[in-house]
């Protein structure tokens, strides 16, 4: 039985009570590994062991700590093969997916950001003959990066890599259902060369290491990504000590497919965008309105290339679904299959769960599934499901498939159909969402901000934006 460590001052150790969780592979759903169960006293000696690297790290040139994140870049690239099968163990992703999506992204973020620092740049404001102002940068300090199941290595690196960046020095939580590879990102960072404390892997679960994690005086800010109701709660645990936030939460992201719009590559985008991950993904686009002049049109090719989805085991190339990340979320999705139904949902397809014969016979599957006839406003439309589970519903108007986007509590993104550049601009000005595509989905430049609007979270991530976050602007005035 394989028995991850958490990563503190640079070196793999035990938890400090000798707690471990098991890690469960979702296509099999057998123990395959243990996982630290840590609490407080691992967290404290995280940040003593950050705080002690601080001092070396911040004062290091950016074009330095730059070349020790390209390393790990590197490093990351050159072990592609074992941190997505790694991935895929943990996740229950499909192995294809992980290689060309998971771990590609997470050697892109330590790229960027390893170059970005030196790009930093800062203000200054000339008061003629008066006075100099200029701004310095400073990092904010020991940093908080807590990441959630559903993209782990991805969205792990997404936040540390421009925390590393900007000279802070990190305490990271990633989710304890799937931390397998970030206990291997642990070995990858001795290797890279990264200095002893600067970051700091702790493994345990929400209310155990996380929240130590976020009461921790020696915690200037937290980056997280996950669920809205655990982003209130770190937000009133955070506020009396005013720590600086950024709370990626959430979302109930609709597609919109217009008349007009390029139908087969609107189809063949939404099918990603719908099944990608299981629909595990933020991002996914649930509510699906299609103009009624091509909705049945539109249906009909949908249903069919659903239907050629293949679910099956993760390490197959043919498969295209695998399997979600737990029982209880399986059974959490699947409860949203029932309500559907009883909101007067029609099934079109989809809607049970698959067994796979051999290893994979106790997984946790299910079809991708898609219902039509639901009411906006019912709660499956309202609510997040995080599963392969989306709705289609025909619209009239521009100003009806509008009302109907934004009228959820959440604003994460949103994707639009359509050739006409000006009804494309124009609605997207109108979406209460962070991100818009227009005819594309999941197209990501670095470079961009990133976060959403009202419940899906507060603050922005990517590019200058995270740099930004992770330091503490400082005005220097010089009298002439």
């Excluded at 979702?26 to 967290?43: I, W």
């Excluded at 997984?363 to 499956?380: I, S």
């Amino acid at each position: 039985m394989m028995q991850l460590q958490n990563f503190i001052g640079g070196q793999l150790v035990a938890p400090a009570a000798g707690r471990y969780l098991p890690l469960v592979e979702p296509a099999t759903g057998q123990v395959f590994a243990q996982v630290p169960d840590s609490d407080a006293a691992d967290v404290d000696a995280a940040v003593q062991a950050a705080e002690v690297a601080l001092p070396a790290w911040r004062a290091l040139p950016a074009e330095e700590r730059g070349r020790l994140l390209v390393r790990l870049a590197e490093l990351i690239e050159q072990n592609l093969d074992r941190l997505a099968r790694a991935e895929s163990q943990d996740n229950g992703k499909p192995l294809s997916l992980a290689r060309t999506l998971d771990i590609p992204r997470a050697a892109s973020n330590f790229a960027f950001f390893g170059t970005a620092a030196q790009h930093f740049s800062s203000e200054a404001h000339v008061q003629e003959g008066v006075a100099v102002n200029y701004t310095v940068r400073h990092p904010l300090g020991v940093v908080a990066c807590i990441s959630p199941w559903n993209l782990p290595l991805y969205l792990f690196t997404w936040k540390i890599a421009p925390a590393l960046a900007a000279g802070c020095c990190v305490v990271a939580k990633p989710s304890e259902v799937t931390p397998y590879t970030a206990f291997l990102l642990s070995g990858l960072a001795q290797e890279a060369g990264l200095p002893a404390g600067v970051l700091n892997i702790v493994h345990g679960t929400g209310p155990g290491a996380g929240q130590a994690l976020i009461e921790h005086p020696g915690i200037r800010a937290i980056s997280f990504t996950g669920g809205t109701r655990t982003g209130q709660h770190i937000a009133r645990s955070a506020a009396p000590q005013f720590k600086k936030l950024s709370l990626e939460l959430g979302g109930k992201n609709p597609n919109l497919v217009f008349a007009d719009c390029d139908l087969t590559e609107a189809v063949r985008t939404s099918i990603r965008s719908s099944f990608a991950n299981q629909g595990q993904i933020c991002l996914c686009g649930s509510r699906i309105f299609v103009e009624r002049p091509v909705y049945e049109q539109f249906k009909a090719e949908f249903l069919a290339q659903v239907q050629a989805l293949t679910v099956g085991d993760p390490l197959l190339e043919t498969t295209r679904q695998g399997a979600l990340v737990s029982e209880a979320h399986l059974q959490k999705v699947l409860s949203y299959i029932d309500l559907a139904h009883q909101e007067g949902g029609r099934l079109l397809t989809g809607g049970h769960r698959v067994q796979v014969p051999g290893r994979c016979a106790d997984g946790f599957f299910l079809e991708p599934t898609v219902f039509e006839g639901l009411a906006p406003d019912c709660r499956v439309n309202q609510e997040e499901i995080f599963g392969p589970v989306v709705t289609l519903t025909p619209f009239d108007t521009e100003e009806e498939a509008l009302h109907w986007a934004n009228g959820t509590d959440y604003g994460l993104s949103a994707t639009i159909w359509t050739r006409d550049l000006t009804r494309a601009h124009r609605v997207a000005h109108q979406l209460h969402a962070g991100v818009v595509w227009v005819n594309t989905w999941l197209h990501r430049d670095l470079r961009t901000p990133f976060g959403g609007m009202k419940n899906s979270g507060v603050g922005r991530e990517g590019g200058l934006e995270a740099l930004r976050f992770f330091t503490e602007p400082q005005n220097v005035c010089v009298k002439l």
